[in-house]
């Protein structure tokens, strides 16, 4: 297939789900999907845990409180499982719309019924699930509800256009997992963002301010151009949660909410930001000759790295979930019996050079 220099759209959803019902958000899902398709979008991005919702209540309740424990088991049983009958009906609406599409959800664990992952979804325009990417560190109280994912699922995925990435909120700031989708060769990547986190001493959120930030610098890094959805508030929020009469102020202006917004290969805002009080959905037209020129300048995986001396290594293999201590053989450990060191035993640094060259 001949490299990719022409122009496309793209959007950025802005929206909140049919809360905790992952019946009706995905049906709100499939028609945004092909709105945004029947406009001429051909990569779409949702926000994080658009599927059913995203646990933003621990910013306001403890832990352990009754409201907390009911929205978590809430969550649980609105899951969505990969593969699974959701799936399908995402996939058919990315179809219909001729659509790349990246849709945040919240994930059960296949081998694990009773964990879940804070996910991306990756669907193609011929109505394929391509791939995923599981968040790797859960942040501040999703670790309650949220397991790490693993490095198998941090990575590209192919698209007519060039590689194409997505990661989940806070990890669009971790400089690893930058450079990580930098060296796979990124073009387009997909961030997505919650309704609501806090981050000022105050208890009020910038959120926006950190999301566009964040796309600006992954730009700047990757040469990739961004498209950052970011959650808005469900009618019903405050109640749901629990929030204090000024909390629910707050999240009923729109404050602290929002900043869904496209950013170009040289940082420069295309499209958005939008704020946080109402719905929409942003698009903007990416001309690839701009991701080649700001990639001549300065490719931070190639000529503009000292690969001698910076390096990244990448484990991609996830940890097996138990090994039977009486049959080393099946568990793929050597039943060989240990001994000393002999004349021809390898030394530490033909070891380190195995390692780095296996």
Known sequence: ?????????????????????????????????????SNGAKFIVFPEGFLPGHPTWFHFQPVSSPISN???LRLFKNAIRVPG????????????????????????????????FNSQLFFGPDGQLLGKHQKLQPTAGERIVHWGGWGDTLGTFDTEYGPASALVCGENSNPLEIFALTA????????????????APDGTSLMPQ???????????????FVIS???????????????????????????????????GPDTRVL??????????????ELD??????????????????????????INRKPPTDYISADDPAAAGLSTERWAPPSDDYPSSDALVAELINP
Request: hydrophobic share 45%; glycine share 10%; charged share 20%.
């Open 229 to 263: 959805a970011c959650g808005v508030a469900h009618p019903g929020y405050a109640e749901d949660l629990g929030l204090t009469e000024e909390a629910a102020e707050r999240i009923a202006s729109g404050a602290g909410q929002g900043g869904s917004v496209i950013v």
């Open 210 to 224: 950190t999301s566009l930030l964040a796309a600006q610098n992954f730009a700047l890094m990757s040469k990739a």
């Open 288 to 313: 690839f000759n701009q991701w080649a020129r700001q990639k001549i300048a300065q490719d931070f995986a190639g000529h503009y790295n000292r690969n001698d001396i910076f390096q990244l290594r």
């Open 85 to 116: 009958p959701e799936v399908d009906t995402i996939a058919e609406a990315a179809r219909d719309a001729g659509a790349y599409v990246v849709m945040g959800v919240c994930e059960r664990a296949a081998n694990a019924p009773g964990s879940l």
């Open 184 to 199: 796979a060769g990124t073009r387009l990547h997909g961030m997505s963002w919650p309704p609501h986190f806090r981050s």
């Open 1 to 37: 297939m001949a490299e990719f220099f022409g122009s496309i759209s793209v959007a950025a959803v802005q929206a909140a789900p049919v809360f905790l019902d992952l019946e009706r958000s995905t049906a709100k899902a499939c028609d945004l999907i092909r709105e945004t398709g």
């Open 70 to 72: 009911e929205l978590n």
């Open 271 to 284: 499209a958005g930001p939008l704020d946080g009080k109402t719905e929409g959905i942003l698009y903007a």
